[in-house]
């Protein structure tokens, strides 16, 4: 199993620009979530995802960050209109229906992606 | 809402030595998990241990044990034998069960392994 897959590991992006960070769920799990680490800090919820549906957005940002987890492809986060602010590493996580999968799998995260704003 | 709070910023051991890294929460809920995640410089978030709440018993894996005090809603992470390779953050997370739902994080904990 691949495990959840992020990409780019590493994004640069000027002031103004949009950045767009991809998951690839662990094989089999079919719920994602999105966390930002800034820096000397613990974890914080964005965003939980079911396929085409938003489940929980409660720690996104009310402006320019969106979300969406297609019925194809990766689940993506889109970060419009970057400010320094936005530079943080950004995880993914995914989980089975049952949380605790069959392999004992649970809630998994991505190696994240460093978004740096210029 | 549920909170974590992890109250050291940084701890160091000699290397062979034991060290405990101390975590407390706050839920009103009585069914959950609690987990200790280690991240080293690679950024990659790797679960240490798992503790159901509903568990009396603590948890262990190798190294690595717990103290869960579920009534004084403490969570302590004991690594015995220390390796250098155990340097990195560690995060205490809590995460209510029942459904998928999201993790509240503590702000982490550096470890420092003294060779």
């Known amino acids: 199993n691949a495990g959840v897959m992020q990409n780019p590991r590493h994004l640069v992006r000027r002031r103004g620009q949009e950045a767009r960070l991809r998951c690839s769920p662990m094989k089999g799990h079919s719920h994602v979530y999105w966390y930002r680490q800034l820096p000397e800090e613990g974890l914080k919820f964005m965003v939980y995802l079911q396929k085409e549906n938003i489940i929980d957005e409660s720690g996104m940002p009310k402006e320019r960050f969106s979300a969406e987890f297609p019925k194809e492809g990766p689940s993506i986060l889109r970060i419009q209109q970057v400010v320094r602010g936005d530079s943080a590493a950004y995880f993914c996580?995914?989980?089975?229906?049952?949380?605790?999968?069959?392999?004992?799998?649970?809630?998994?995260f991505g190696s994240g992606t460093r978004l740096t704003v210029v | 809402a549920q909170t974590v709070t992890q109250s050291q910023p940084e701890m160091s051991v000699q290397e062979a030595e034991t060290v405990t890294l101390s975590c407390t929460y706050d839920?009103?809920?009585?069914?959950?998990?609690l987990f200790w995640y280690k991240q080293p410089p690679s950024r990659q978030m790797i679960l240490v241990i798992r503790q159901e709440a509903y568990k009396q018993q603590n948890a262990t894996e190798n190294r690595f044990s717990v103290n869960f005090q579920k009534a004084a809603k403490s969570f302590s992470l004991k690594i015995s034998d220390s390796q250098l390779g155990d340097a990195a953050m560690y995060f205490c997370a809590l995460i209510l069960s029942g459904a998928n739902s999201k993790l509240t994080f503590g702000k982490g904990i550096t470890l420092s392994v003294r060779p």
């Open positions: 996580a995914s989980s089975s229906e049952t949380f605790w999968d069959s392999e004992g799998y649970g809630y998994t």
């Open positions: 839920t009103s809920e009585s069914d959950y998990y």
